[in-house]
C-alpha cells in the first residue's frame, strides 16, 4: 500500500475521532468504557471465538470447491492473522490480501495472483458481505417507521452507500476479470464455489452464523458498557453502522463507524453519545479478540510463509 493513502486513512480516522471527542464529552465516554463488565467482555471475546472458527471453516471449504488444499489448522491460524491484520492496519482488507498471497505463494500449482488460491478468499468473503448487505438494507427499511421524513432520507442514503459498495466489488472484480479474460472462469468457480445447491446451503449457513455473530458481539459491547437499549430497537441499528466499515478510508472502520453510530442513535431518538460509546466498545473488543494473530504474527512459522 502506498504511503499517501496510508498516511491519508490514518487521518481521516483520527480526524473524525477527534470530531467526535470535541463534540461529545469525552470524559464521561472513557468513564464509562473504563468500567466495562468484565461479564459481557468475555462472553464478547468468546463470541469473536465461535467467529472465526466458522470463518477458517467456510474459507477451507470454499478453498476446497476451486480445488485448493488447504487444512483447518492453518486455515484458522491464517485467519486470526489476517484479523490481526485488519485491526491494525490502514484499509480494512489488508490482512485479507496478505492471506490470499501467502496462500497462493504456498500452493506450488497456483502461483498467480489471479489463481484459485486468492479467488478462494475473494469468494469466501462474499457471501457474509452478501448477507451483511441484506440485513442492513432490511434494517434501513425498518428504522424510517419510527423517525420523521428527514431522518428516514439520512437512512436511505446510508442504505444506498451500502449497496454502491457492493456494486462497486462486483464492477471492479468484473473488469479485473475482462482485462485478463478471467470472466469466464470467475463465473464458473462462483458457481462452484456458492451457487450449486449444496455448496449454496453450507455458503448460506456459514454467512448467517457469521453475521449473526456480529451483531451479537455488538449487543455485548452496548452490555458492557451499560447501554441496555431494547434489542427491537437496538438491532436494526447494528447492520449499517458495520457496513461503514467496508468503506476503505480509514484504519479498521475506526471513526466512520462512529460518526455512523452517533447519526443513527440520533436519528431514532437515542442519544448519539451512546451510539459513538457502544462503537468504541465494540471495536475495542474486535481488537482485543483479533490478539491471537499477534501471536501467530511474531511466530517462526508465519515468517518462514511469507518468505516463500
Do not use: K
Not at 480494512?92 to 506450488?108: E, L, P
Not at 461503514?244 to 462512529?258: D, F, N, Y
Amino acid at each position: 500500500m502506498r504511503r499517501p493513502y496510508v498516511v491519508l486513512r490514518v487521518a481521516v480516522s483520527i480526524g473524525l475521532l477527534a470530531v467526535l471527542a470535541w463534540w461529545l464529552d469525552l470524559g464521561t465516554v472513557m468513564s464509562r468504557l473504563a468500567q466495562m463488565r468484565p461479564g459481557w467482555v468475555l462472553l464478547a471475546v468468546a463470541i469473536s471465538v465461535v467467529q472465526t472458527a466458522v470463518l477458517a471453516w467456510r474459507w477451507r471449504f470454499t478453498a476446497g470447491c476451486l480445488g485448493v488444499d488447504l487444512s483447518y489448522r492453518l486455515a484458522w491460524r491464517e485467519y486470526y492473522l489476517s484479523i490481526f491484520l485488519n485491526q491494525v492496519l490502514p484499509g480494512g482488507v489488508v490482512g485479507d490480501v496478505s492471506r490470499a498471497w501467502r496462500q497462493a505463494r504456498a500452493q506450488t500449482r497456483l502461483r498467480e495472483p489471479t489463481g484459485p488460491a486468492v479467488r478462494a478468499v475473494i469468494f469466501e468473503r462474499l457471501s457474509a458481505q452478501a448477507v451483511m448487505t441484506t440485513v442492513a438494507v432490511a434494517s434501513l427499511l425498518v428504522l424510517p417507521v419510527t423517525v420523521n421524513l428527514g431522518s428516514g432520507l439520512v437512512l436511505f442514503g446510508s442504505g444506498a452507500v451500502a449497496v454502491l459498495i457492493l456494486v462497486a466489488i462486483v464492477v471492479w472484480t468484473r473488469r479485473q476479470a475482462s482485462a485478463q479474460s478471467l470472466w469466464g472462469q470467475l463465473l464458473a468457480d462462483l458457481d462452484a464455489a456458492h451457487l450449486r445447491a449444496p455448496v449454496f446451503t453450507a455458503q448460506l449457513v456459514s454467512a448467517a452464523v457469521v453475521v449473526g455473530t456480529y451483531l451479537a458481539a455488538y449487543v455485548m459491547a452496548a452490555r458492557a458498557v451499560g447501554v441496555d437499549t431494547p434489542l427491537p430497537v437496538f438491532l436494526p441499528l447494528v447492520a449499517p453502522v458495520l457496513m461503514t466499515m467496508l468503506i476503505p478510508v480509514t484504519v479498521a472502520g475506526w471513526g466512520l463507524r462512529e460518526g455512523t453510530a452517533a447519526v443513527l442513535w440520533g436519528v431514532v431518538g437515542l442519544t448519539a453519545a451512546d451510539g459513538v460509546l457502544v462503537s468504541v466498545a465494540y471495536g475495542l473488543l474486535v481488537l482485543f479478540g483479533s490478539l491471537p494473530g499477534a501471536v501467530f504474527l511474531m511466530s517462526p512459522g508465519t515468517t518462514r510463509r511469507l518468505s516463500v
